[in-house]
DNA sequence: TTGTAGGCGTTATCAG
DNA sequence: CTGATAACGCCTACAA
């Protein structure tokens, strides 16, 4: 391993002076930076992130936890804060969270032993209590999609309620009145959110609420399965469904399916985050889209920030996107609606 | 930050005797060595890895380079080898290469001078020969899904001809005796050994290999969707398909649904990799599965194993397996053929 | 079994 | 603008 020290011989200058053109930091004159750059070129000189780090107690490092990291979710999401932090000179340490409480703690601990700067969370176990703790102990974090207002400007997060509200708008213009929302978990912020922008949309137009057309499922295919049963079982003449997510739309798929209806004709579904699947499901699912790509940016933003002890000027509550696919159509006469025999 | 000093100072020993505990290698009289253990207890004691890795030039670190890290691919193969890293007192960094030679190199660049210990390749863009050289040049690595008869011994893939020829045997014994085969790019090895597997279990039935029969599209949607319409233009009465890959198969779906045929039903598909969309299709795609996590499991054993410098024992050549779902069935006279109007 | 001393490759402090 | 010199926190001969 060629090091600062050969570098500096064959430049003729000092170690400092070598360290001073790595980092950057204080002034170097031009002829003598010069001198030093070649000599790093001519000896392939790679700097040691491992003693820097060591002895600027800056690891140059990120932490960040998702639920699974084979999840439709986290991919995008771990690829663009991946992508982000290694365009800025930072590489990033991922680790599963599972989201179980246990495991999210343990897996903060890991990655603080391993001397990273900061963390990015995307933690849904943590309570807000742990994490306000940890802010004040003096970790440097960054939160994804979830709110806490004590650690206002250090969550990123969507604008649930304005996605909820896109959904349901769009099927009331396409004539739909009998709109009916399957929700994630109503313990989830996200998902109350989201409910309130259906219910913000249908207001808008004059429609009132009924709770009838409304059931809690979960954020999964079968959250979305048994959910969708039980709306039909219940016999309302609904001509289209907003979903709580992209899964929840999979299991309406299903169930329609097995009623002989097809998504986008007969009932028309919205579903919400375009994960992947939205564009491989058949028809293409109209969705609401989570902007993953942008928010890994900011959070890799506002970490780096953070490390230099700068306060953000980044907008941090994100505006999600109607994408039109079609999964959603014109409400028609001849529209069936599913009735259960 | 607490230090092995202070830890040394409350125990009453040398730093050399706490470093002795922590490391675990050389022996300590129990009685130290409780007295130590309480006092990093006491005192909260965490080593900083960043030091250790420095003195001992051991970071207990895995670099790890994949194609794209929000691919259906890669998520559940980086899932595996992290969360087995991790159990194994090791961290992970990951960062995509994007199947481009230069991102590919630089990747490899970047982690070495983060002071990985070893690194865990899945590649196609680097030369055989540039990763010898790098063996050769004493860095530490496996090769992910890639055989290098020189590097026979550090390459984990899959038995691709095998492969091949299960997906075709399954059809065969459904009765099909026309079978197209829709292949990935040809100048990728998966490809042509699961071409020969299929010819494998063509001739093992004692049937003709037709070239017609085989269209050689690419490893994503729309590679299987022109070679799905090359190979119905060419007007010949298969039943069904096997495809080079699941997105391939997805492809396929898409035109038989062009020509209001249902996979499954009218045409058998089989698909390979059971990446997360098989189970997502409708019908659900019957496929091979590749053993993702067994492969990544298997990789972080191979790289522990070299940096203990033992010679392996591991099985390197992973064993696919025929997953049977709905997109297959047996073949009837009443099967209809997809024919060009 | 334990301790001493030197070093890992860099950065930080302080002079000049 | 540049250069000694002392950290950074830990490991590893070597010696006791």
Redesign the pocket.
Same mark, same amino acid.
């Given at each position: 391993?060629v =090091?600062? +020290?050969e570098v500096a011989q064959l430049a003729?200058?000092?170690? =400092?002076?070598?360290?001073?053109v790595? =980092?950057g930091?204080?002034?170097?004159?031009e002829?003598? +930076?010069s001198r030093v750059t070649a000599a790093m070129d001519t000896l392939n000189?790679?700097?040691?992130m @491992? /003693?820097?780090a @060591? /002895?600027?107690?800056?690891s140059y490092s990120i932490g960040m936890i998702v639920g699974h990291l084979g999840g439709f979710f986290y991919g995008p999401l771990t690829h663009s804060v991946e992508e982000f932090a290694r365009e800025n000179g930072h590489h990033l340490i991922v680790t599963s969270g599972e989201d179980d409480h246990d495991k999210e703690l343990e897996a903060i601990k890991f990655l603080l032993s391993r001397g990273v700067d900061s963390l990015i969370l995307h933690v849904s176990a943590i309570t807000d209590n742990e994490l306000i703790n940890m802010v004040a102990s003096g970790i440097k974090l960054v939160i994804l999609n979830r709110f806490i207002p004590e650690l206002s400007d250090q969550c990123i997060y969507l604008d649930n309620e304005y996605g909820g509200y896109l959904a349901t708008k769009h099927l009331l213009d396409l004539g739909h009145t009998k709109i009916a929302c399957i929700t994630g978990q109503l313990y989830k912020s996200d998902s109350r959110d989201r409910l309130q922008g259906y219910r913000k949309a249908l207001q808008e137009s004059g429609l009132l609420f009924e709770s009838t057309l409304v059931a809690e499922g979960a954020f999964d295919e079968d959250g979305g399965l048994n959910a969708a049963r039980r709306l039909i079982q219940r016999n309302l003449n609904f001509t289209a469904v907003v979903c709580g997510n992209d899964n929840i739309a999979m299991g309406v798929y299903d169930v329609l399916a097995d009623h002989e209806l097809n998504a986008g004709k007969d009932i028309s579904v919205v579903g919400y985050d375009d994960a992947i699947i939205a564009r491989y499901l058949r028809p293409k699912l109209t969705t609401v889209r989570f902007p993953m790509c942008e928010m890994g940016k900011f959070a890799v933003k506002l970490v780096l920030q953070m490390n230099a002890n700068k306060s953000t000027d980044l907008l941090l509550k994100m505006t999600p996107e109607l994408i039109i696919r079609g999964s959603t159509n014109k409400l028609t006469k001849t529209d069936s609606l599913p009735k259960e025999d």
């Open positions: 391993m =090091t600062i +020290k003729g200058v000092s170690q =400092t002076t070598v360290s001073r790595i =980092t930091q204080s002034k170097v004159a002829s003598t +930076k000189y790679r700097p040691n @491992l /003693a820097q @060591l /002895a600027s107690s800056r």
